[in-house]
């Protein structure tokens, strides 16, 4: 059952974004940095810093009711507490169609573990994956991207009621 707050959210306007570091992740830079640059871009964020566990990130995503969900890593050990957290969201209904970005070090065996990884965190329920030596046009530019067309594709909701123009 739908509650009455998640109904009657207004999803027009500037996003609403949620980002968070993982469990085994103690930076705090790479959060400071990309909520910067997501305010730049015009959105609003909701910061849950470092070292933050999977149970509260999810119930974090159900109390905020982000428009995007941005998971940020540096430490090379990111992907399996990334993997457990998307396939925890993705098993909420009312968070299975949150748009979830990762970005960062997501592994330390390289560039081949680097392309194993995205691939299995876009197949466990991630959007995107921004990896650490992708390059500027897959990093940052890529991730700046996909909020402007994230936030582009939002339907303003119609001011007029359901009801008008139809005959009593």
């Not at 015009?42 to 995503?61: A, F, M, Q």
């Amino acid at each position: 059952m739908q509650t009455a707050e998640w109904a009657s959210r207004e999803r027009s306007g500037p996003l609403d974004v949620v980002v968070t570091g993982l469990p085994s992740d103690a930076h705090t830079w790479n959060l400071v940095f990309i909520q910067l640059l997501i305010e730049d871009l015009g959105h609003h964020v909701v910061n849950l810093g470092p070292c933050v566990p999977r149970d509260e990130i999810v119930e974090s995503c159900g109390k905020h009711q982000p428009d995007l969900l941005v998971v940020s890593t540096v430490n090379g050990h990111g992907y399996n507490d990334a993997d457990q957290l998307i396939r925890a969201i993705r098993s909420r209904w009312e968070l299975a169609g949150l748009p979830a970005v990762i970005g960062g070090k997501l592994g330390v065996l390289g560039a081949e573990g680097r392309a194993g990884h995205g691939r299995r965190l876009l197949e466990a329920g991630f959007d995107a994956v921004f990896q650490e030596g992708e390059g500027e046009d897959q990093g940052l530019g890529a991730f700046a991207a996909f909020v402007d067309r994230l936030a582009a594709e939002r339907v303003p909701v119609a001011s007029a009621s359901p009801l008008e123009g139809v005959a009593r």
